[in-house]
């Protein structure tokens, strides 16, 4: 049975098809009709609903998720509201009001999805009462994951400044007043207490929802073909572009050691399933240039729900994280009920959308060693757009000197080969040459040694080969000369 609390009530499923997203159960059978399907595929934000938790302290947070990629199962045990539980009757909620008085909606096709993002970024920078103002940074980065064709954003953007200036969301009205499933159960005396993870069977269908790492060991022993729903942002589009349907699905969402991240003095180790957000703290301590390419990763809505462990064993040769782990000389571990063992991600990537996974193998953890002193880490994403774009090239240096000549260089590149793969000549070009410019500059010579690249709608060989090698000279200079660059944060996209 899958239970959540929906704007406040109890919500049980016990006969659904394993393969429906959150929007089509909540358009389908519950009637949400004020959740839209725009693009289906995660890029327009129409269908953006609230998921509410609780940290270690207690404290509510909130994020925005993408409702038509997300799979219905995974909602199992959460806190959940659409647009219709931030009003209270008459009383509308703050960013709602601040909408209509700012004139933010025309259509109003797009509005709910926008009202949810902004009301996320509202009730986080919320604090004992007191509303902190949201810069305009962080507005445009709440908003960066929804369309709106019609008002052209201004209205919007002046409705997100002013949304702190109204009174609080009413006492009464759900989003006021979160409720944790155990909560919502009070209310429902019939409603069962044995765990869900037992699992739906539906027309032949399976769905699993494992609590532990055991469990999910044996049921892959048990479905060695099952499909893993690590976050699912790119399987969605497999079920909703393609209509593919999974005969057996994992999901992954309710195994909390996979959430985990832990580190010690020389390494940090993130959980299969911690998502792009959640690593983003994490990353920005140890590994800014890293972190700076998280933003870059479509939308919030998909890091809200994107995971590490997914975007690495997806084993896309687009895929943005493989070439920064590579570079920075990381291990994965995969489990089964046979043990646990650990693979250099090396040796992981064995050709496109394959990995040296064997039957029965999952991806527990990603353990990556932390930067000396004498090393940096430089990353690079081009793309057409800045944000909510496939890269067309993707390039990460893990450069180390003894402060006269270069004692080593990990490169790795996306997009320019079946898998994520590292730039062997270049980085033998650089290794014990001088700790200069000019070591850079004739580097980047042997990227079309190390490259036959691919040719897709981003790019063409000749344009990704130029690319590449620029990007080893911008490593140079990134280094030697980082004043004669734009800064990060406008940059991107325009290389």
């Avoid at 960013?95 to 996320?120: E, K, R, W």
């Avoid at 040459?433 to 070591?439: G, I, N, Q, T, V």
Wanted: aromatic residues 8%; charged residues 20%; contains cysteine.
């Amino acid at each position: 049975m899958i239970q959540f609390s929906l704007n406040g009530q109890l919500v049980q499923e016990e006969q659904i098809d394993p393969n429906w997203t959150v929007l089509r159960y909540l358009r389908t059978k519950l009637v949400q009709n004020s959740v839209k399907e725009g693009c289906a595929g995660g890029d327009c934000g129409a269908c953006s609903i609230l998921i509410a938790q609780q940290d270690s302290s207690g404290a509510w947070g909130f994020q925005a998720i993408n409702a038509c990629i997300a799979l219905f199962a995974s909602l199992d045990g959460k806190t959940v509201f659409t647009v219709d539980g931030l009003a209270q009757a008459e009383h509308l909620h703050p960013v709602q009001q601040a909408m209509v008085d700012f004139h933010g909606s025309q259509c109003g096709f797009c509005t709910p999805g926008i009202v949810a993002s902004l009301a996320a970024l509202y009730h986080n920078k919320q604090a004992e009462g007191q509303f902190e103002p949201a810069s305009e940074q962080e507005i445009h980065e709440a908003l960066s994951g929804n369309l709106c064709r019609c008002t052209g954003y201004r209205p919007i953007i002046d409705a997100a400044k002013a949304m702190g200036q109204y009174a609080a969301p009413h006492s009464q009205a759900a989003i006021s007043t979160p409720k944790v499933l155990a909560d919502v159960n009070e209310f429902d005396p019939n409603a069962p207490k044995e765990s869900s993870s037992a699992g739906i069977d539906h027309e032949g269908r399976r769905l699993f929802l494992p609590e532990t790492e055991g469990q999910l060991a044996d049921l892959l022993k048990a479905y060695p073909d099952a499909t893993l729903w690590a976050g699912g942002t790119d399987l969605g589009l497999e079920i909703t572009q393609q209509f593919k349907q999974f005969e057996t699905i994992i999901c992954l969402d309710k195994i909390q050691s996979l959430t985990q991240v832990s580190e010690n003095n020389g390494e940090i180790s993130f959980g299969a399933m911690v998502t792009y957000s959640a690593s983003e703290s994490y990353l920005n301590n140890h590994f800014p240039s890293f972190a700076q390419l998280i933003t870059r990763i479509a939308a919030r809505q998909i890091r809200n729900l994107g995971t590490l462990g997914g975007n690495v064993a997806n084993a896309s040769p687009i895929g943005d994280t493989p070439p920064v782990f590579l570079a920075l000389n990381a291990r994965v571990e995969l489990a089964s009920n046979k043990g646990r063992r650990e693979v250099a991600l090396d040796d992981f990537f064995l050709g496109y959308k394959q990995t040296a996974m064997e039957e029965g193998e999952y991806l527990s953890r990603i353990i990556v060693p932390k930067l000396s002193e004498k090393q940096s880490l430089h990353v690079f994403k081009v793309s057409k757009r800045k944000e909510d774009d496939i890269s067309a090239v993707l390039c990460a240096a893990l450069i180390e000197h003894d402060g006269q000549s270069i004692t080593q260089a990990r490169i790795a590149f996306g997009g320019m080969a079946a898998t994520p793969l590292r730039a062997a000549n270049t980085e033998k070009a650089l290794i014990g040459k001088p700790f200069k410019l000019e070591s850079f500059e004739q580097a980047a010579n042997e990227i079309k040694n190390d490259y036959n690249p691919m040719q897709d709608v981003r790019a063409t060989p000749e344009y990704r080969l130029t690319v590449a090698s620029n990007l080893i000279i911008k490593t140079g200079l990134e280094l030697f000369e980082p004043e004669s660059l734009v800064q990060p944060h406008s940059e991107q996209g325009g290389h």
